[in-house]
């Protein structure tokens, strides 16, 4: 698709003017006053989009060339006709929570180069990474929904190239958290001012482009439209009001379908077989299903599949509770190789070829880190004559399976919220220890887990970060790693509170939760 299409009219030799001077200008071939000059008398006034759209339409794509790039020179170019300040939104606009966000990271940089001017207390630099690790949902959201709609207009250049930054930057937090985990101080110490630096780095380039380019291509409609995708993958550290967030427990409406179920039912219905009817039963190969029944199957696996066309078109993915990695209605329809980063598209390419000459049927991969362990398989698509329809991805944490022992051959829940045990909890040992409630006792010690204590009092999990902000990552998006492993006493270590003060806390919130019972 052709990208002016959805922008004000531009002058194509305009756009070439302004990235030749440009591109002199970051090569040192000309000086600032001879750029200011030349874009005074040769341009005049720039919009944000003239330049996305200059390098999309007239420069090829080079290895790294995002993270290359010196935004602040290019700023100090266009300085004085281009106009980078911030756009008037309401709070909950989509652009403007990505400002929002960028104003907390922002915040946390600063907390970094307060920090470094001190000798390292492990708790405190600790705290601070698992806030900034919120910084993940932020650039999800945006490869995931920004970049789809802008890359659906013809636009791809964030898709491109912005997302190699993207990763850079989280992969660089992520390594920097590891150091001072194993108290490389030195090491851990040496690479904040780089991060800082990076970071500024990535939020300046998203503010003087991507965002101002995303307004003047994006209709408020198509804004509406991305709101459930975003409230689906989620905001890191903001509140977002207004957004209409339907429980994934609830049963949804069938009077409308929507995604898989609504392109299955426009089916049937070209067919005459009632396309809006959800509960009308059809033949499938081995079975009778209705279209509810199908979307609740699906929902119910317990493990993600996501279905990619023989035109490496992405056309479907399983709406489950546990998903493993965001994913948002605007991938539906997306070429697959812009749904990942330029460094794994090869990959991609190679698997997707070897599937559809037939060398190969079917290939996996895991991801093996602490407390979690993410298994991935790729399966060709054939249909009954032997032809290449596309590729099946199905993943699964494995976590729990891997660490099972022995055999279960009787009846026990593990879910069970009154904690009724297991056979196996007769013989737990002071390492594993489960919070019981039996009457008003209740049993709390060092090596309770938080997810059996979880079990049985839902409502410590919103509750303890009101009582101290040490407790925000329980509601975090690394909550669902965390939780799992975590003891009284890893809280206690993480937070800097004492043991019994945490002891203190929870038995006071429970004693609330017994008065309201």
């Given at each position: 698709?052709?990208?002016?299409?959805?922008?004000?009219?531009?002058?194509?030799?305009?756009?070439?003017?302004?990235?030749?001077?440009?591109?002199?200008?970051?090569?040192?071939?000309?000086?600032?006053?001879e750029g200011r000059t030349r874009i005074r008398e040769q341009v005049g006034k720039i919009y944000p989009y003239e330049i996305a759209l200059a390098e999309q339409e007239l420069?090829?794509?080079?290895?790294?060339?995002?993270?290359?790039?010196?935004?602040?020179?290019?700023?100090?170019?266009?300085?004085?006709?281009?106009?980078?300040?911030?756009?008037?939104?309401?709070?909950?606009?989509?652009?403007?929570?990505?400002?929002?966000?960028?104003?907390?990271?922002?915040?946390?940089?600063?907390?970094?180069?307060?920090?470094?001017?001190?000798?390292?207390?492990?708790?405190?630099?600790?705290?601070?990474?698992?806030?900034?690790?919120?910084?993940?949902?932020?650039?999800?959201?945006?490869?995931?929904?920004?970049?789809?709609?802008?890359?659906?207009?013809?636009?791809?250049?964030?898709?491109?190239?912005?997302?190699?930054?993207?990763?850079?930057?989280?992969?660089?937090?992520?390594?920097?958290?590891?150091?001072?985990?194993?108290?490389?101080?030195?090491?851990?110490?040496?690479?904040?001012?780089?991060?800082?630096?990076?970071?500024?780095?990535?939020?300046?380039?998203?503010?003087?482009?991507?965002?101002?380019?995303?307004?003047?291509?994006?209709?408020?409609?198509?804004?509406?439209?991305?709101?459930?995708?975003?409230?689906?993958?989620?905001?890191?550290?903001?509140?977002?009001?207004?957004?209409?967030?339907?429980?994934?427990?609830?049963?949804?409406?069938?009077?409308?379908?929507?995604?898989?179920?609504?392109?299955?039912?426009?089916?049937?219905?070209?067919?005459?077989?009632?396309?809006?009817?959800?509960?009308?039963?059809?033949?499938?190969?081995?079975?009778?299903?209705?279209?509810?029944?199908?979307?609740?199957?699906?929902?119910?696996?317990?493990?993600?599949?996501?279905?990619?066309?023989?035109?490496?078109?992405?056309?479907?993915?399983?709406?489950?509770?546990?998903?493993?990695?965001?994913?948002?209605?605007?991938?539906?329809?997306?070429?697959?190789?812009?749904?990942?980063?330029?460094?794994?598209?090869?990959?991609?390419?190679?698997?997707?070829?070897?599937?559809?000459?037939?060398?190969?049927?079917?290939?996996?991969?895991?991801?093996?880190?602490?407390?979690?362990?993410?298994?991935?398989?790729?399966?060709?698509?054939?249909?009954?004559?032997?032809?290449?329809?596309?590729?099946?991805?199905?993943?699964?944490?494995?976590?729990?399976?891997?660490?099972?022992?022995?055999?279960?051959?009787?009846?026990?829940?593990?879910?069970?919220?009154?904690?009724?045990?297991?056979?196996?909890?007769?013989?737990?040992?002071?390492?594993?220890?489960?919070?019981?409630?039996?009457?008003?006792?209740?049993?709390?010690?060092?090596?309770?887990?938080?997810?059996?204590?979880?079990?049985?009092?839902?409502?410590?999990?919103?509750?303890?970060?009101?009582?101290?902000?040490?407790?925000?990552?329980?509601?975090?998006?690394?909550?669902?790693?965390?939780?799992?492993?975590?003891?009284?006493?890893?809280?206690?270590?993480?937070?800097?509170?004492?043991?019994?003060?945490?002891?203190?806390?929870?038995?006071?919130?429970?004693?609330?939760?017994?008065?309201?019972?």
């Open positions: 698709m052709d990208m002016k299409k959805h922008l004000p009219h531009v002058d194509l030799e305009k756009l070439g003017k302004i990235l030749e001077i440009k591109e002199e200008y970051q090569r040192g071939d000309i000086s600032l006053e420069k090829t794509i080079e290895e790294d060339e995002c993270h290359k790039e010196d935004i602040q020179k290019m700023i100090e170019l266009f300085d004085e006709v281009m106009d980078t300040s911030r756009p008037n939104l309401p709070l909950n606009h989509p652009i403007m929570c990505y400002y929002r966000e960028n104003d907390e990271m922002r915040r946390f940089m600063l907390s970094i180069e307060d920090l470094v001017q001190y000798p390292i207390i492990k708790n405190q630099w600790l705290e601070l990474y698992d806030q900034i690790a919120a910084f993940r949902t932020h650039l999800s959201r945006k490869q995931n929904q920004l970049y789809s709609i802008l890359e659906q207009k013809g636009f791809d250049r964030p898709t491109t190239t912005m997302w190699l930054l993207d990763d850079f930057v989280r992969d660089e937090i992520r390594d920097a958290k590891n150091l001072i985990e194993e108290d490389k101080e030195e090491e851990f110490l040496a690479m904040q001012s780089t991060i800082v630096a990076d970071v500024r780095d990535l939020l300046q380039k998203e503010e003087s482009v991507l965002y101002p380019t995303a307004l003047a291509m994006i209709t408020p409609e198509e804004f509406e439209q991305m709101r459930p995708g975003d409230y689906e993958i989620g905001f890191a550290w903001i509140d977002v009001e207004n957004f209409q967030n339907t429980d994934k427990t609830e049963p949804q409406s069938t009077t409308v379908p929507d995604g898989f179920t609504s392109e299955l039912s426009a089916l049937l219905s070209k067919y005459g077989l009632g396309g809006d009817d959800t509960c009308r039963v059809f033949d499938v190969t081995t079975g009778k299903l209705s279209l509810e029944q199908i979307n609740l199957i699906y929902k119910h696996l317990p493990i993600d599949i996501s279905y990619v066309d023989e035109n490496e078109l992405v056309r479907f993915y399983s709406d489950t509770n546990h998903r493993i990695f965001p994913r948002s209605k605007n991938v539906i329809g997306r070429d697959v190789k812009n749904c990942h980063p330029r460094t794994s598209v090869h990959l991609v390419e190679e698997i997707i070829a070897k599937f559809r000459s037939g060398e190969q049927d079917s290939v996996d991969f895991w991801i093996n880190k602490p407390g979690v362990f993410i298994y991935i398989y790729y399966v060709a698509v054939r249909d009954s004559e032997g032809r290449f329809r596309g590729v099946l991805e199905m993943m699964q944490d494995c976590n729990r399976i891997r660490e099972l022992q022995g055999s279960r051959t009787l009846l026990t829940w593990s879910n069970d919220m009154q904690g009724v045990k297991s056979m196996e909890a007769k013989k737990s040992t002071p390492d594993d220890t489960p919070a019981t409630r039996e009457g008003s006792i209740i049993e709390l010690s060092a090596n309770t887990r938080l997810q059996d204590l979880f079990k049985i009092y839902p409502k410590l999990r919103q509750d303890l970060p009101s009582m101290n902000s040490a407790f925000k990552m329980l509601n975090s998006p690394l909550a669902r790693i965390i939780i799992p492993k975590a003891t009284i006493a890893m809280m206690s270590e993480r937070s800097g509170i004492s043991i019994d003060g945490i002891l203190s806390m929870l038995n006071e919130l429970i004693a609330k939760y017994k008065r309201e019972e």
